[in-house]
């Protein structure tokens, strides 16, 4: 390998891209994680990532004093030295619920000016299929033979480390069977460094050989929207059968365990409970939906996961209010968990913000907490809802309390003394993690999703 094949830049060091850049610095790779923030860029320099992540600080911190990860906001520092360009900009949606290329195409067009002659620009953000045929046609109006590969990215905010390194697979997609093949080949190089990555980022090691997987551009560009669709489809998918079960008076965990014993559909993401949020499923979801109908194809199934989704903040808000037997309007509650999921300070399209501000609407005095991400969650919480610093004060005298995320804090806190602190006995489970018969013995009344 020469200098320039061992030199990489990252563009844009959002969860995807700063994860990646950490990584690859451990993996024999000098890599320009380019950040146009400053901010960002600065906590970055400081040797610390700008989001809560497992184990990703001292992956950053230890590369930048090696000099095998160096921070950039420059194109021309970075880009020129790099065999290979991995994008993983920003991609928000559209009030239309289709995709904001705008990063994605200037990131591509100033890689461009300064890429070398014949290297790789591989893309990771999550785009519509058909981007990269479009980024193609621009590649080819410059003399400097640059091949596009989708490469798209699996990795899950809270486990983001764990799941770059212990990969299920990795898919490249692109004309160019060289180039695809030395993408894979960077993930080869990660693959045997990982152990010592691991250690030192003190996550588990595992015995898992990831699959490599080679396909064509389209290919690759669907599969990556197609397997968050899909895992949103179980969850919407599961949603509605809880509504059903709620109905019926069954127990929604049983039958998802018992629906998913069976190999051929699986346990995992048939979780009910207040629906999905986060900045993956939520946008994979209206962007297929807006790809469909840019090719004349109607996803009608992707719009009625949509639909089941969107209901559900109200629906768990529904619940609380019926279960209150007293006005909701003056009544104390308080929701813990404004993170889309444990284990991020993420609070994009999450949930327990949509249910807290649901209930202040409704005229609840309503205080709210999170271990990791109060101060994210400030602007978009109603002006009248109590942020507080601990689920104690979050709870004292309330009437009802909703669990949102399941963050350990909430799962294993002291059941006794949280009904001693609250005024009233209304126990709203919306992760369905709390085992219902604990719950009565401690003299709550429970309401779960389904339960
Ligand atoms: C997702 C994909 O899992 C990942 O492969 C992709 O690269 C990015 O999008 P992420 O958004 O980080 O990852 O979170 P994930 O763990 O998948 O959860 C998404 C949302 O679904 C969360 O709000 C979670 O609470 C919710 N969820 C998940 C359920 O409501 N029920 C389930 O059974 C599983």
New binding site residues.
């Given amino acids: 390998m020469t200098e320039s094949n061992k030199t990489i830049t990252v563009l844009g060091a959002g969860y995807v891209g700063l994860t990646t850049a950490a990584l690859l610095a451990h993996a024999g790779f000098t890599v320009y994680v380019l950040e146009p923030n400053p901010l960002r860029l600065n906590v970055i320099k400081e040797g610390k990532s700008f989001f809560f992540e497992d184990g990703i600080d001292i992956l950053i911190s230890t590369a930048i004093e090696n000099g095998t990860l160096i921070p950039t906001d420059s194109y021309t520092e970075s880009v020129p030295k790099s065999s290979i360009v991995f994008s993983c900009v920003g991609t928000p949606d559209n009030p239309d619920g289709s995709t904001n290329l705008t990063y994605v195409f200037s990131a591509a067009t100033s890689a461009l000016e300064c890429m070398q002659q014949g290297a790789i620009f591989a893309q990771k953000s999550t785009v519509p299929v058909g981007t990269g045929t479009r980024i193609e046609t621009l590649f080819a109006e410059s003399d400097k033979n640059i091949a596009y590969v989708s490469n798209p990215?699996?990795?899950?905010?809270?486990t983001a480390v764990y799941d770059t390194l212990y990969f299920d697979r990795v898919v490249a997609g692109g004309k160019d069977h060289t180039s695809v093949e030395a993408i894979l080949a960077v993930y080869k190089s990660l693959e045997s460094h990982r152990e010592t990555i691991a250690t030192l980022a003190s996550i588990n090691t595992h015995e898992r050989t990831g699959t490599y997987i080679a396909t064509s551009l389209n290919s690759a560009e669907l599969i990556k929207v197609t397997?968050?669709a899909f895992?949103a489809l179980k969850?919407s998918f599961?949603n509605s059968i809880a509504k059903l079960s709620d109905a019926v008076g069954a127990d929604i965990n049983e039958v998802m365990d018992a629906v998913g014993a069976d190999e051929r559909i699986g346990r995992k993401?048939?979780?009910a409970?207040r629906?999905?949020?986060?900045?993956?499923?939520p946008k994979d979801v209206s962007g297929l939906i807006a790809s469909g109908l840019e090719y004349g194809v109607q996803m009608e199934i992707m719009t009625a996961a949509q639909d089941v989704n969107y209901s559900m903040p109200g629906y768990v808000a529904e619940k609380l209010i019926r279960g209150l037997h007293t006005d909701i309007r003056g009544s104390h509650v308080a929701v813990l968990g404004l993170s889309?999921?444990a284990g991020t300070s993420d609070v994009r399209k999450s949930?327990g913000i949509a249910i807290a501000n649901l209930l202040s609407k409704s005229g609840a005095i309503v205080s709210v907490y999170d271990p990791q991400s109060n101060s994210e969650a400030a602007e978009h919480l109603d002006r009248n809802i109590n942020i507080v610093e601990s689920m104690e004060a979050a709870t004292k005298d309330t009437a009802a309390v909703v669990i949102a995320t399941e963050w350990e804090e909430f799962l294993g806190c002291d059941l006794a003394s949280l009904k001693e602190a609250m005024d009233g006995s209304l126990f709203v489970d919306a992760v369905n993690r709390f085992d219902t018969k604990e719950l009565e013995k401690h003299g709550f009344s429970y309401q779960g999703v389904g339960r």
């Fill in positions: 990215e699996f990795l899950r905010e809270g397997a968050n895992l969850i599961a993401f048939l979780n409970g629906g999905f949020g986060g900045g993956c499923f889309f999921k949930p």
